[in-house]
């Protein structure tokens, strides 16, 4: 496990999946029920962006650094207020510590972490959180050892693996099969890299080949993508997305697009409910 996201956090790839995490965890918030989350790849929570591992790659430069001078008014601002509110600009919070930020005393936030020092790092974040959990666990295992969730009938699954490793796509679509067993009404959000399209293109074809139904996925390039060498772009897969979010994801991706000067953004239903 060689991958540490300190590396990169706060690049445009971040920027894209948390103001879409915020959005999505916001549309739980509409109902009084408790909602869960799991974050199953979940990092060290909290990143210093004047640290030696941000300092060397520079990448948050071009992602939230860029973003300092946004709009009250910007679809991004709820984001970029629990930015805020985390230590930023100089300290960025990951997807766990967002997620913290939004839940109320019935919600809980289950957090999965395999590499021992990050998790260590994410425990002692969440030490004084009461409806937090960190384990440090295999994200696919997690799936069969913490779902369903014993204490609430909603939730979210976010899946962000580091694409180390040489068949990531195929356990995230491996994966997804066992969350929509395990928790049917999860609301599952799946990250990728968009290097270059014939990859994404054969884990679409996983997912219908699979039977899965509605599927949305919101995607950022910065580049087009042809050097598979690169991260070009990255997408983010939502199944079962919540009434209104399409929209939203829309709205956040056109400003995002705009304001970091992407090549492109979209967000398309890539199968019907
Ligand atoms: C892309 S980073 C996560 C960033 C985080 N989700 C965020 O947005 O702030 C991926 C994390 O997954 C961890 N990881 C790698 N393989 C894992 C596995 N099989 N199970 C759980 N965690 C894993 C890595 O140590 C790394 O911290």
Same mark, same amino acid.
């Given at each position: ?141 997690? =799936? ?108 956040? =991706? ?20």
């Amino acid at each position: 496990m060689n991958y540490r996201h300190a590396y990169h956090a706060g690049n445009f790839a971040d920027c894209m999946k948390h103001a879409l995490l915020v959005s999505l965890i916001g549309t739980f918030l509409r109902k009084p029920t408790p909602f869960m989350v799991l974050d199953t790849h979940a990092g060290i929570g909290r990143y210093d962006l004047q640290g030696p591992e941000a300092e060397k790659t520079g990448e948050w430069k071009d992602g939230i650094g860029r973003l300092e001078h946004e709009n009250p008014e910007s679809p991004l601002a709820p984001w970029l207020e629990l930015v805020r509110k985390a230590g930023g600009p100089r300290f960025y919070p990951g997807s766990p510590l967002l997620a913290s930020l939004m839940l109320r005393p019935q919600d809980q936030l289950i957090c999965c972490e395999k590499h021992p020092e990050d998790k260590r790092a994410l425990y002692r974040l969440f030490a004084r959180t009461p409806n937090v959990q960190v384990h440090e666990r295999d994200a696919y295992e997690s =799936l069969r050892a913490l779902l369903p969730p014993a204490q609430a009938r909603r939730g979210l699954v976010l899946m962000d693996p580091p694409f180390e490793e040489p068949g990531e796509f195929e356990r995230l679509a491996e994966g997804l099969q066992t969350i929509q067993t395990r928790f049917a009404p999860a609301v599952v959000a799946l990250w990728y890299p968009i290097k270059h399209r014939t990859p994404v293109h054969a884990f679409e074809n996983a997912l219908k080949d699979a039977g899965t139904r509605d599927v949305l996925k919101a995607e950022l390039l910065m580049r087009p993508p042809h050097d598979p060498e690169r991260l070009n772009g990255s997408g983010l897969m939502v199944i079962k997305p919540p009434y209104g979010f399409a929209q939203e994801a829309q709205a956040l =991706l056109t400003r995002l697009g705009t304001t970091l000067g992407a090549y492109e953004s979209a967000v398309t239903t890539l199968i019907p409910e």
